[in-house]
């Protein structure tokens, strides 16, 4: 299966193609085809987050080499990379899956990369690196297997420097490149001296928990929902990208029993990186919060239509879309980590706890809700 070059809107000429088997998790959202004619495969995204495209295009699929797996990847192996990678990025970041997708090489390392954000961070900073460079992931590779790529990453990162980048972006930067370069074989990729003894590995802001009273500030001016984000983070240590991925089901049991504190059992498949399973607790702030929440959700108001909780529902839901979904008998989508960093963000301002623009980060962000988690842990040992 050869990769096509460039990865404007490749439209099948012939959508008749034969269709694999459905393999995704979500397969009314990814259809693989598989083109008998040049036995290459081709990904078509048919929704996106939420709704269905009105116009989607079909992407062409360069599979991992056999000589990086110690394989031949069969056509399953491929469709089901495909699908890991456009669902990871096709929503957020349609030319970083196009970019992934189109080239051996970084098929390769995604084939190692576990965790979403981790992949999009990757290849962001390996399409910067292809841009400067002037070559394409799989000529990149051509061209290290020839040699020394030491020089080339030396130019890159001082290229970023000049352009203001703080020490942990370019660091960030080379440890894409240097995954990029390992999953392909390519050893000895290291950090070049001048920049090993001169960029700052410790983050140049900080951050710290709330205090008791600026956490107070937030729940007095938050509404329903926003509370129940806020104390969740809070009294149970979820990481954001976990609390959004958590539905009904993980609170149902002693919630309805009205025991406190609930025990929640967080599955490996929403952890950051899934790495293991882990069992967590929220306290009686947290649970009135959430039950308010819910209660609010069932009884509906004057925009959206009373809502049915079941098991599978999110626990925190995305309020825009919840009454077209509740109409239509279907259960509402959960809210995004990107939009929870936009809620807590705002309940911040109107506090009156951040104020105005900071270059760099915030003191105080959605990851200090959590650290106040682990500073009341620490102080009751």
Known sequence: MQAVKNLENILLPDLNSEKIPPLP???????????PASNSLYIRPEKGLYAKLKNPITVAI???????????????????????????????????????L??????????????PRTLETYAYWIMRYCKWSGLNPDELIMDAEKNDVGSRIHWFLAYLRSQGLRDGSIINAFKA???????????????????KKTLRRAPTYSDR??????????????????????????????RPSTLVRLKYRHV?????????????HVEAAITKGHYGDYDTFIGAEAVEALKNYLDYRRAGDKYTPPEEIQ??????????LAAK??????????????RLYDIVHKVYRQAGLIKGRKPGRYELRVHSLRKFFKTQLEAKG
């Open 25 to 35: 998790s979500k397969p009314e959202a990814y259809h693989v085809y598989l083109d």
């Open 102 to 115: 189109n080239h051996s090489a970084t098929m390769n390392m995604a084939v190692g990369i576990k965790s």
């Open 325 to 338: 979904y509740i109409r239509e008998g279907k259960i509402p989508p959960g809210i995004t980590s990107d």
């Open 177 to 195: 490149i240097k995954c990029f370069y390992g999953s392909n074989f390519i050893d000895g990729v290291k950090m070049p001296l001048i920049f």
């Open 209 to 238: 928990p709330p205090t008791q009273e600026e956490l107070l500030k937030m729940l007095s001016v938050a509404d329903v929902r926003e509370k129940a984000i806020i104390t969740m983070l809070a009294l149970g240590g979820f």
């Open 252 to 264: 149902q049991e002693d919630l309805e029993r009205g025991i406190v504190p609930v025990h929640i």
């Open 311 to 320: 098991p599978e529902s999110p626990l925190i839901r995305n309020e825009y």
């Open 62 to 100: 360069a599979p991992p080499k056999p000589k990086v797996l110690g394989f031949e990847p069969s056509v399953d192996f491929v469709a089901n990379l495909s699908v890991q990678v456009a669902e990871a990025l096709s929503h957020k970041s349609p030319s970083l899956a196009k970019f992934i």
